[in-house]
């Protein structure tokens, strides 16, 4: 299974961005990078996905290295509901997602 | 309809008990997957469906069985379950293929005494 490694945990103030790193030194090059965030009591809930560009959307930027070996989930403004477990997933070829051991974000008011 | 749907959403059952989870979705998606959380762990792939056909089976026990009678519609059938197969049952499904991202259930929360 292709890994990922993030730190266990990080805090923000509200409405401060959040910068959340993933490594991801095996990648090859059709691995697309992943990201989900799992709110307590709740299933995993997509953020956002990428292959080489940066990305984004109405929830998050993802911000992937020139060398894809890195990314950066970036949420532009932290608010209490976005405390949450974000995974980093490497998708392989065959297209199915094995979970890492994620970030916990807090975010303090 | 964006959602996978997953009944019942709480379940306790004995350790000699048959009994099944589901999961639906009406998205199209041709891929559906089961994976087992437990707390405070990240999920772990246990099956996983493409085309209404088993594709993956990570080693999972035979205690657990599952079954895909259609596309929108995947079952999870419990049997002779164990007290440490307590877990966070959830589901998912995508579109088959690469670079597509998954869809999950809110999971159903399995208890067995």
């Known amino acids: 299974d292709a890994k990922t490694t993030q730190p266990n945990s990080m805090e923000s103030n509200e409405e401060e961005p959040v910068h959340l790193p993933c490594n991801h030194s095996t990648i090859s090059g059709t691995d697309y990078i992943h990201w989900y965030r799992q709110l307590p009591s709740q299933g995993p809930e997509y953020v956002i996905h990428g292959l080489t560009s940066n990305v984004n959307n109405r929830m998050a930027s993802l911000a992937i290295a020139e060398d894809r070996k890195s990314s950066t989930l970036i949420l532009h403004r932290a608010t209490l509901r976005d405390a949450a477990v974000y995974y980093c997933i490497l998708q392989t070829g065959a297209n199915n997602l094995f979970f890492g051991t994620g970030t916990r974000l807090t975010v303090i008011p | 309809d964006t959602e996978v749907t997953q009944t019942p959403k709480h379940l306790v059952m004995g350790m000699t008990n048959k009994k099944s989870l589901k999961c639906e979705q009406h998205m199209g998606h041709r891929a559906m997957y089961w994976y087992k959380q437990k707390a405070k762990k990240p999920p772990e792939l246990m099956f996983v469906?493409?085309?209404?056909?088993?594709?993956i089976n990570e080693s999972v026990p035979s205690r657990f069985s599952p079954e895909c009678p259609n596309s929108s519609l995947l079952n999870l059938h419990l049997h002779a379950l164990q007290p440490e197969d307590s877990a966070l049952y959830l589901c998912?499904?995508?579109?088959?293929?690469?670079?597509?991202?998954?869809?999950f259930g809110s999971g159903t929360r399995l208890t067995v005494v």
């Open positions: 469906y493409s085309y209404e056909k088993l594709s």
């Open positions: 998912a499904s995508s579109s088959r293929g690469v670079g597509y991202g998954y869809t």
